[in-house]
């Protein structure tokens, strides 16, 4: 009977030689070889070694699970698909190839078979919580927001101070207009990770839809030192200090934003230097 490919994973990380073997066989050889060089950072070499493995024993699960990691670390993404698709094909029991296939097709954008992937990788591990996430981001992205809602919620029973996955959570609630729920999700995962634009961005967004201008201008002002080129963050901005009666500031936003987008949105850009010019007049 195989052995488990997780059980092999570890074996071969931590030990010179197999229990019981006295001299590997090249699949082995090429295996170990691919581990040192994954360790050392080598990553050419290890897809290298990786690959003999394979060419020596083919239903060598492990070095599959390996290769695709590499692979899409590389962003060789179809390979690495290919490679996880291998893995659960071999064995088809165990976790980690449903959610080295499921992350993949995730980042490929093929959702339906995302979803597949990672309900199959979380029934068979359910404490997997990178698959948890993965599969709450899959659920989202296919149109179940509040299915989605419901899976990030149980990924943060097993973690709850990630950012990540309260960002993700955010996003979900926002979608379903639940701006209130959002913005106490989003301040949670601020004061887990103060200072981080995307988290101060979407913060910002939240209480804007629910017209918290003053309070929203704070992390509009924050996300955009860790993102200055994002036009639509400056178009908010000059809206929320025009909101707040702030008018040089707010036509200094709008001027932001508009050289962002002149040549890229005519249209666009006409209405927002009218905005800036019925400003000026005031």
């Known amino acids: 009977m195989r052995a488990p490919i997780r059980a092999v994973l570890l074996l071969l990380a931590g030990a010179?030689?197999?229990?019981?073997?006295?001299?590997?066989?090249?699949?082995?050889?090429?295996?170990?070889?691919?581990m040192s060089h994954k360790k050392a950072g080598k990553v050419d070499d290890a897809e290298r070694e990786c690959k003999l493995a394979i060419g020596a024993r083919k239903e060598h699960g492990a070095a599959y699970y390996t290769l695709g990691t590499l692979q899409r670390q590389k962003g060789k993404l179809e390979e690495a698909l290919a490679s996880f698709r291998k893995v659960r094909e071999l064995d088809p029991q165990h976790a980690i190839g449903w959610a080295g296939e499921?992350?993949?097709?995730?980042?490929?954008?093929?959702?339906?078979e995302a979803v597949t992937a990672l309900r199959q990788a979380v029934a068979l591990d359910p404490r997997d919580n990178a698959s948890v996430?993965?599969?709450?981001?899959?659920l989202r992205k296919q149109g179940h927001p509040d299915e989605a809602i419901a899976t990030y919620k149980r990924a943060l029973e097993?973690?709850?101070d990630n950012p990540e996955l309260l960002n993700n959570l955010a996003v979900a609630l926002r979608a379903q207009k639940k701006n209130?729920?959002?913005?106490?999700?989003l301040k949670s995962a601020l004061s887990k990770r103060p200072g981080d634009a995307l988290l101060a961005g979407n913060l910002?967004?939240?209480l804007r839809a629910e017209k918290r201008y003053a309070e929203a201008v704070p992390h509009y002002e924050a996300a955009l030192k860790g993102n200055d080129k994002d036009a639509g963050?400056?178009?908010d901005l000059a809206y929320s200090y025009e909101q707040t009666a702030q008018k040089e500031k707010a036509i200094a936003a709008y001027r932001k934003h508009l050289e962002l987008v002149r040549g890229k949105d005519p249209q666009g850009a006409a209405h927002v230097?009218?905005?800036?010019?019925?400003?000026?007049k005031k």
């Not at 209130?180 to 999700?185: K, L, P, R, S």
């Not at 230097?273 to 000026?280: A, R």
């Open 273 to 280: 230097q009218e905005v800036i010019e019925k400003l000026e």
């Open 16 to 34: 010179s030689a197999l229990p019981g073997v006295a001299h590997a066989d090249e699949a082995e050889v090429h295996y170990r070889m691919c």
């Open 133 to 138: 996430g993965n599969l709450g981001n899959a």
């Open 233 to 235: 963050l400056w178009f």
């Open 180 to 185: 209130g729920e959002a913005i106490e999700v």
């Open 204 to 206: 910002a967004k939240a």
């Open 158 to 160: 097993q973690d709850k």
């Open 102 to 112: 499921g992350s993949v097709a995730l980042r490929l954008e093929l959702i339906d």
